[in-house]
């Protein structure tokens, strides 16, 4: 493949992925901002509860991701029997762990909430919302495995469509089954308050995973028949775990780290809090764009792999950089815009909060070079089978190094905001060297025998 036709199709995926990212978390944020009228109790309820439920997703979407890989090498392979088995494998452990997290819900909810949380009067608007969205978590392992063999298959436009589908609706539903309606002098529909929100979310997440489901079946392109339930199937679903495995623990112990983070960054000053708490949802909305690329060019690799077809393998990973770089550099300057207009953004903020936004802005505004070269490393390795490896790198570099080093700066020598938020690229240099490294090593040595190994069939 020429570097024009592989750039021209790794953009081709990602937009799509790109706008994925940025509908999801605006999906986060409907249910809150409708709630917030009903008062701080049942805000603080439904922050807890979306909290614990996007642990959960974002363990599923972990799964899912390093399922899509698996897929993306079967649909090179062009092999419909190891693409069936992939897609079936994935659906089992996506599933499992999905009734797992829901038996857990179930039986232990309460133990959970008390360990969250010791006010009483939360205790109850929490439970009415879990009992209602612990059957999203089932929906949704459905629904990101599903994504994922689209993804694979390189029609990413499929779900970006779901998105728009379940957007209007869940936004339209929640308010409804939130405050209630009067529809006639005899017809009204109660507001259900927290709980309002979680069944209008779960009626949306249904009504995409038919439209997804419908898509699969009617659509000739796709052929997925149910294999021999043999030894042969039970192996791949083993190797598909282990592979996939790591994925998810990374994903877990990277959240877990930015939770760490937060709980740090608590101990600064009100106003140096309250202007990293600001920051955060820029950053996580501004890099959507630099993983949504990095996932097509591991969508791309991968396929490549399945295929045979490795020549051109490390060119082509090294423009993927190189065009990952420029995204990160576009968004870096989109931070800059942001910091020039923050007061513009966040008025009535006190003086000293628009003084510790200044002082950082030079750090969110760097943060996305390196984080983004990070990535694109990252999920290229992935690629090539080196989850482990990676998980180890991204463990070493926050848990092992920049947290410790955090917690140090903020309780012993009491630094400055700076400071403390410093840590956060220099995480990401930490990383870089290893990732840079370990790619350069893994793409010299990859051939036709490690892509074998890489089959679970």
């Known amino acids: 493949m020429s570097q024009q036709s592989y750039i021209k199709k790794n953009l081709s995926l990602a937009w799509p992925l790109a706008l994925n990212g940025l509908l999801m978390q605006s999906m986060l944020m409907i249910d809150t901002l409708l709630i917030s009228p009903l008062g701080e109790l049942p805000l603080a309820a439904m922050g807890i509860s979306t909290a614990i439920i996007a642990a959960i997703l974002g363990i599923q979407m972990a799964l899912a991701n390093g399922t899509q890989l698996v897929l993306s090498r079967a649909v090179g392979s062009g092999n419909s029997t190891s693409l069936s088995r992939a897609f079936v494998s994935g659906l089992i452990i996506n599933t499992s762990i999905s009734v797992m997290f829901w038996v857990i819900l179930t039986c232990f909810d309460q133990t959970l909430i008390q360990a969250i949380t010791s006010d009483i009067t939360l205790h109850k608007e929490i439970t009415n919302y879990l009992d209602i969205a612990k059957y999203i978590v089932i929906f949704t392992a459905l629904t990101q495995v599903i994504i994922a063999l689209f993804n694979g298959l390189g029609k990413t436009q499929v779900p970006f469509k779901g998105y728009l589908i379940e957007l209007p609706i869940n936004a339209l539903l929640s308010y409804l089954f939130i405050h209630g309606y009067q529809f006639t002098n005899n017809l009204s529909l109660e507001g259900m308050g927290v709980q309002g929100a979680a069944i209008g979310s779960l009626m949306a997440i249904t009504v995409r995973l038919i439209y997804l489901a419908l898509y699969m079946y009617l659509n000739k392109q796709i052929t997925i028949t149910l294999p021999v339930k043999d030894v042969s199937m039970i192996r791949n679903i083993r190797l598909h775990f282990i592979e996939i495995f790591p994925v998810a623990a990374n994903v877990m112990v990277l959240a877990m780290g930015i939770t760490v983070y937060q709980l740090l960054y608590s101990q ?190």
């Not at 990095?294 to 082509?316: E, F, P, R, W, Y």
Request: glycine share 4%.
């Open 268 to 457: 600064l000053e009100i106003n140096a809090y309250v202007a990293i708490t600001l920051m955060m949802p820029w950053i996580r909305a501004g890099t959507q764009f630099i993983a949504a690329w990095s996932h097509s060019t591991a969508i791309t690799v991968s396929q490549a792999i399945g295929s045979g077809k490795m020549d051109d393998l490390a060119k082509n990973v090294d423009k993927s950089i190189d065009i990952a770089v420029l995204i990160s550099i576009l968004c870096a300057i989109f931070f800059a815009g942001i910091s020039l207009f923050i007061a513009n953004i966040y008025p009535d903020l006190d003086a000293e909060t628009y003084q510790a936004l200044s002082v950082i802005a030079p750090l969110y505004i760097f943060l996305p070079i390196v984080r983004g070269y990070n990535t694109v490393h990252g999920n290229v390795l992935r690629a090539l089978g080196k989850t482990t490896a990676v998980f180890k790198i991204n463990f070493t570099g926050q848990w092992l190094i920049s947290i410790p080093l955090c917690a140090l700066i903020i309780f012993v020598f009491d630094a400055s905001i700076f400071w403390a938020f410093a840590i956060q690229p220099f995480e990401e240099i930490v990383k870089a060297i290893p990732f840079r490294q370990l790619a350069r090593k893994s793409l010299k040595e990859f051939d036709l025998e490690k892509a074998k190994n890489l089959s679970h069939d």
